[in-house]
């Protein structure tokens, strides 16, 4: 099956820095990427829509700014939480959508979890 | 837009034992339905989806569902469960058009007694 990866599976970052998660699709190409929050014991939320080459559709209440989303090729997307807090400590999941897909199958990464100290 | 309900947060029970994992949801349009698992600290794995014509549908690891229109339900089951079965499981929701994300449920821990 597809196969979608993150780099890195944790990272541990002090509070005021920048922390990129990537998220790539191993073996197909992917024009949609989304990206989810988990809080722990607490469902997926979605953070935001990624399309290549155009921007990212953010939901309502996701700071845009805090959480710059690139979409550079139909491979990889990149998030990066900017300025990090300890409130932004969570799991962080990517999905990928086959591009030309007749239904919206998402194949999801295995997550990267942040930590702010 | 769709929401998805999982009724039971937590459902413990004994390996070998029949369970059921409830879900309903609620579209004002035709909509895809999956069910996915999460082993701890990893991502989602698919189980098994429903996009049209048969009800019931087979996933992987022995599970099953039936789609149920009338009643806005998803019902995932398994005849016999394993202790390898324990973990979170996520009924999800979409529209059948056009590059709309999923909608989660707040997912069911499944806990499989020895």
């Known amino acids: 099956g597809a196969v979608v990866s993150q780099h890195p599976s944790w990272v541990i970052c002090k509070s005021g820095t920048s922390v990129k998660i990537e998220c790539r699709s191993l073996?197909?190409?992917?024009?949609?990427m989304f990206w989810y929050r988990q809080f722990p014991k607490q469902s997926l939320m979605l953070m935001a829509t990624?399309?290549?080459?155009?921007?990212?559709?953010?939901e309502q209440g996701v700071e845009k700014d805090k959480f710059l989303i690139n979409h550079a090729s139909l491979t990889l997307s990149t998030l990066t939480v900017t300025s990090a807090h300890p409130e932004d400590s969570s799991f962080y999941i990517c999905?990928?959508?086959?591009?030309?897909?007749?239904?919206?199958?998402?194949?999801f990464g295995p997550g990267t979890r942040l930590t702010v100290l | 837009a769709q929401s998805v309900t999982q009724l039971d947060s937590q459902v413990p029970v004994f390996e070998e034992a029949p369970v059921e994992l409830r879900c309903n949801y609620s579209?004002?349009?035709?909509?895809?339905l999956f069910w996915y698992v999460q082993y701890p600290n990893q991502g989602l794995q698919l189980l098994l989806k429903?996009?049209?014509?048969?009800?019931l549908v087979k996933g992987i690891n022995g599970f099953e569902a039936e789609f149920n229109k009338s009643q806005t339900s998803f019902h995932l089951r398994k005849p016999s469960v394993h202790i390898s079965d324990t973990a979170e499981y996520f009924c999800?929701?979409?529209?059948?058009?056009?590059?709309?994300?999923?909608?989660f449920g707040k997912g069911t821990r499944l806990s499989v007694i020895a």
């Open positions: 579209s004002s349009v035709s909509v895809y």
């Open positions: 429903y996009l049209s014509g048969s009800t």
């Open positions: 990624s399309n290549e080459g155009s921007k990212a559709t953010y």
């Open positions: 999905s990928a959508r086959v591009a030309g897909g007749t239904y919206n199958e998402q194949f």
């Open positions: 073996d197909f190409q992917a024009t949609t």
């Open positions: 999800a929701v979409s529209r059948n058009s056009g590059n709309t994300p999923l909608v």
